[in-house]
C-alpha cells in the first residue's frame, strides 16, 4: 500500500499533449514491433487517431494538398519529390531521420529512400500517384526497425502504384516522355562543394545506388533538358497560408516551446549553466512529446547574448546577468520559434526594464500590424521596425541615427516565415502582402556594445523578444502566448507565482 502510493505520486503528471503517456487503464494492446516504417493509427493509436494519416492530418489533407499543387501545374506536368536520406555524424554513427519537407508536406511518408511521382491527368481526381519505397527486408528490418510494405504504403497513402525505388529511375524515364514539364529539385544540400545543383545529384541522392549507372544517365540526360523545372517554389506557394489542421498543430508546438519557457525562467538561476537551462528546455519539450528541437537553442548569458546566434551555451551564468533564450521544438513536423529574454535574479534592474520594455512596446505595436488588413508587406513591417525601435530608444535616452541602429543595435531582420521548415523564407516575396493564414515570426531585438556612444547602463544588454503571428484578415493571432512576455509576467514567472513549476 504504501508503496503503492509512493510510486503513483511520484510518477510525473500526464502532460496536454499525446506524448506516449495513458492511463494504466487505457494503455492501447497493439503489436510490437510494428509492422509499419513510421507511427500509424493501427500501430500508435496514442499518437495518430483513427481518421488521421500523421499526428494530426488526415489522409485527405494530404490529398488536398496533392491537388491543389497539380492544379496549379500547366497540363502535361509531372512532379518528382524525393525523400531525405539518413545523415552521418561521423562514420557510420547516424543522426535521426528527419523527412524532406516537400516530400512530406505531399506524402505523409516518413521513410527515407523513398520518392512520389506525381502524374497530372484528366481524371477526376486529377493526378496519378506513384510511390517508391525501399519495401520490407526482414534482414534489414532485424537492425533498423520496420518498413511499410508496398500493399499497405499504397493503400495508406493513396498511391495508385506502390513499388520498389529500385525502379524509381525507369518509372520516371517512361513518364519523361511523355510530360512536357518536370518539377523537380535536387536535393541542395548534395552539390556543395561546386555550389551547381545537377541534375545528376538527384539519383546520386538515393543511396545505395538501386540500378546501373548506364540507367541513370540516361534519365538524367533527359532530367537536364529544358523541361526540368524547380519544384519548390509551386510546393512554397501551398506551404505559405496553413490550413486549420496546420494552424492547430503549430499551436501545439508553440505551447509546448511556450511552457517551456516558462518554466526554464524558473529553473534558471545564477550559478547554473548555459548548457543546463538549454537541457531543461529541451528535455520539457521532448517530455511534451515533441520529436526534436527545431534548431540548436540559443541560451546566452550577460553579453553572450550580443551574438546573434550564440549557441555554444557553456558559461555559467552570473548574479545580476541578463539571460536571452532563443528555443523551440518541433512538434508533428512542424518548427516553433520563440525568443524571451529574462533577468536571471528574477528582477528587472532599472536599466533592464527600460531596454526591455522598448524592445516589448515595439514589439506588440508590430504584431498589430500583422493582418491582410493592413497590406503591409515583411519587409515594410522591417522598415517600420527600424523607426518603432528609434522613437522607443528615443524615449530611454538613446537618441540612435538609423544607420547606427540597423548596422550595431539591431543588426537582423523582424520577420520570417515558419511552418514545417523554421525559415520558410527561400520561396517567400518579402516585399508581397501578407495574406491570411500566413505564419510568420516578429522578432526586434536590441544588444548593445560596450561602446561610448550608447549610455553606459546600457552596456552588454541583448535583448530579443519574439513570437509567431498567425497573420489573420482583421486580426493577429499570436501562436506563443504560454511563453510569459509581460514585465510582471516574466518577474513572475522566474519568482514562481505564475503557477509554472520548474518541472
Ligand atoms: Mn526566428
Redesign the pocket.
Known amino acids: 500500500m504504501f508503496l503503492l502510493r509512493r510510486a503513483s505520486c511520484c510518477r510525473p503528471k500526464i502532460p496536454r499533449f499525446r506524448c506516449g503517456y495513458a492511463t494504466e487503464a487505457a494503455i492501447p494492446q497493439v503489436p510490437k514491433p510494428s509492422a509499419f516504417g513510421q507511427p500509424l493509427f493501427q500501430s500508435h493509436p496514442h499518437l495518430v487517431n483513427s481518421t488521421e494519416l500523421t499526428p494530426g492530418f488526415t489522409a485527405q489533407e494530404y490529398e488536398t494538398r496533392r491537388r491543389n499543387l497539380m492544379d496549379s501545374l500547366p497540363d502535361s506536368s509531372i512532379v518528382v519529390a524525393i525523400s531525405g536520406t539518413v545523415k552521418y555524424m561521423s562514420g557510420q554513427i547516424f543522426y535521426k531521420f528527419r523527412q524532406a519537407s516537400d516530400f512530406w508536406y505531399l506524402t505523409g511518408f516518413d521513410e527515407p529512400n523513398s520518392a512520389v511521382i506525381l502524374e497530372k491527368t484528366s481524371t477526376s481526381r486529377g493526378y496519378r500517384m506513384t510511390l517508391f519505397s525501399a519495401g520490407r527486408d526482414p534482414a534489414k528490418e532485424k537492425w533498423d526497425g520496420a518498413r511499410t510494405s508496398f500493399s499497405d504504403a499504397g493503400a495508406i497513402f493513396r498511391a495508385d502504384d506502390a513499388r520498389s525505388i529500385d525502379h524509381f529511375a525507369s518509372h520516371l524515364r517512361s513518364v519523361l516522355s511523355v510530360s512536357s514539364n518536370v518539377f523537380v529539385d535536387v536535393p541542395p544540400t548534395f552539390n556543395r562543394k561546386s555550389s551547381k545543383f545537377t541534375a545528376k545529384s538527384i539519383l546520386n541522392y538515393l543511396s545505395p545506388p538501386l540500378t546501373p549507372r548506364t540507367e541513370y544517365d540516361s534519365v538524367v540526360e533527359s532530367l537536364s533538358s529544358s523541361k526540368r523545372k524547380p519544384l519548390a517554389p509551386k510546393v512554397a506557394q501551398l506551404r505559405a497560408i496553413k490550413s486549420e489542421a496546420e494552424l492547430s498543430v503549430m499551436r501545439q508546438a508553440a505551447d509546448i516551446s511556450g511552457r517551456a519557457h516558462a518554466k526554464t525562467m524558473r529553473f534558471a538561476r545564477p550559478g547554473l549553466s548555459e548548457a543546463a537551462l538549454a537541457a531543461h528546455f529541451e528535455y520539457l519539450c521532448s517530455l511534451a512529446g515533441s520529436q526534436r528541437p527545431a534548431y540548436v537553442p540559443v541560451v546566452a548569458s550577460g553579453a553572450n547574448a550580443l551574438i546573434i546566434h550564440y549557441t555554444s551555451n557553456n558559461h555559467l551564468i552570473s548574479e545580476g546577468d541578463f539571460l536571452l533564450i532563443d528555443a523551440g521544438c518541433e512538434y508533428n513536423g512542424y518548427a516553433s ?1 520563440i525568443t524571451r529574454s529574462f533577468p536571471a535574479s528574477g528582477t528587472f534592474t532599472p536599466a533592464q526594464r527600460d531596454l526591455y520594455a522598448a524592445v516589448l512596446s515595439a514589439q506588440k505595436a508590430l504584431i498589430a500590424l500583422c493582418t491582410e488588413a493592413s497590406g503591409l508587406s515583411m519587409h515594410q513591417i522591417h522598415l517600420h521596425t527600424c523607426v518603432l525601435l528609434r522613437e522607443e530608444l528615443k524615449q530611454i535616452g538613446m537618441d540612435v541615427q538609423a544607420r547606427d541602429l540597423e548596422q550595431i543595435l539591431f543588426p537582423h531582420y523582424v520577420a ?1 516565415p515558419i511552418g514545417l521548415d523554421l525559415h520558410e523564407s527561400s520561396n517567400f516575396d518579402r516585399s508581397g502582402s501578407l495574406k491570411a493564414g500566413m505564419v510568420i ?1 516578429i ?1 526586434p531585438g536590441i544588444y548593445v556594445p560596450p561602446s561610448p556612444s550608447f549610455p553606459k547602463h546600457f552596456h552588454n544588454i541583448g535583448i530579443r523578444i ?1 513570437d509567431e503571428v498567425v497573420v489573420g484578415k482583421e486580426h493577429p493571432v499570436v501562436l506563443s502566448v504560454a511563453a510569459p512576455k509581460e514585465i510582471a509576467d516574466v518577474e513572475g514567472a522566474c519568482q514562481g507565482l505564475l503557477g509554472f513549476e520548474a518541472f
Open positions: 520559434d520570417h515570426t522578432e519574439e
